[in-house]
């Protein structure tokens, strides 16, 4: 990795008026998504916050090169996102190891498409393994580890392709609050070493106050940047300071509007 990576002057992820309509030119068209702008810095830590159905899953789609935005662009590094690419790794909603493989076999997943030998598979899924503290589950297979383990073994999958972006799409909402604090630390350790910008998608408050960089909170549907909030506090951070408290009381402000605005919606689809 090049020493500059982190300091890389180049943004990461630029969206410029990016929005998505699922189905389009059909009866069931849906418009998800308009009008984003947003710039990722390298190495930079932003949370996506905002109502259920507001398109936080969409964009990650679309950044991961999965699905195509119908409005705008977006860029990686310079270059128009066409496509998926290992340099952008995303951990999906729901868990999604494959049950009949070993953890190893599953970290090095990616790395077989890219076709490398079963030996470099074998020693880059260890050295997933090992930044996730999970060598010793290296043979087991999904089902003989908990929730916790599981989704480490999906972020060292993700980390196996060394992206320069990671996508995390509420990686541990299934996970018991401790579990969950666990992770959070964990991750920060994995990110600040990476030095990849990470996406992080959650319906959590106090996760999005102790991980993020910035938080874009989004309007309810279709998703649109609300505002983007500056997250200052330095680390290791004391979720119990005045400053994380008052964060978390202004962030909660921001959401309830337009989680309201999105249940009230919710509940007149139906007629
Ligand atoms: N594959 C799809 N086809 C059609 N519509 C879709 C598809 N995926 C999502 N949508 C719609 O797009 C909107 C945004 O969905 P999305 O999953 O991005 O929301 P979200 O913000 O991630 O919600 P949640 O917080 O519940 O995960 C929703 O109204 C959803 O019904
Ligand atoms: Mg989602």
């Avoid at 389009?24 to 390298?42: N, Q, W, Y």
């Avoid at 964009?59 to 935005?69: N, S, V």
């Avoid at 874009?216 to 200052?232: C, D, L, M, Q, Y």
Wanted: hydrophobic share 40%; charged share 25%.
């Amino acid at each position: 990795m090049p020493s500059d990576y982190r300091f890389s002057s180049r943004d990461a992820v630029v969206c410029r008026g990016v929005g998505k309509t699922w189905a389009p030119d059909t009866p069931r068209a849906h418009l998800a998504l308009t009008g984003i702008d947003l710039d990722i810095r390298p190495g930079e830590f932003v949370v996506l916050l905002g109502p259920s159905g507001c398109g936080k899953s969409t964009l990650l789609y679309l950044i991961a090169g999965l699905e195509d935005a119908t409005e705008g662009v977006i860029n990686f590094f310079g270059d128009p996102v066409e496509g998926p690419s290992s340099d952008r790794s995303l951990i999906f909603q729901e868990s999604s190891l494959y049950p009949w493989l070993t953890v190893w076999e599953n970290v090095a997943f990616g790395l077989s498409i890219r076709g490398a030998s079963r030996e470099e598979r074998r020693a880059a899924a260890l050295e997933a393994l090992r930044e996730v503290g999970l060598v010793s589950a290296m043979d087991k297979r999904p089902d003989e580890l908990s929730g916790g383990m599981r989704q480490r073994v999906a972020v060292a999958r993700a980390l196996a392709m060394r992206p320069k972006v990671l996508l995390m799409d509420e990686p541990f909402a299934a996970l018991d609050v401790q579990t969950r604090q666990k992770m959070q630390d964990f991750l920060q350790d994995v990110w600040r070493e990476s030095g990849a910008s990470v996406l992080f998608v959650t319906h959590h408050i106090d996760e999005a106050v102790a991980l993020s960089d910035r938080v874009v909170v989004f309007t309810s549907r279709p998703g649109r940047i609300k505002t983007i909030v500056e997250n200052p506090l330095p680390r290791p951070r004391d979720p119990f300071s005045p400053e994380a408290e008052a964060l978390r009381r202004q962030l909660t402000a921001l959401l309830r509007d337009e989680v309201d605005r999105a249940f009230a919606e919710q509940e007149g689809m139906g007629d």
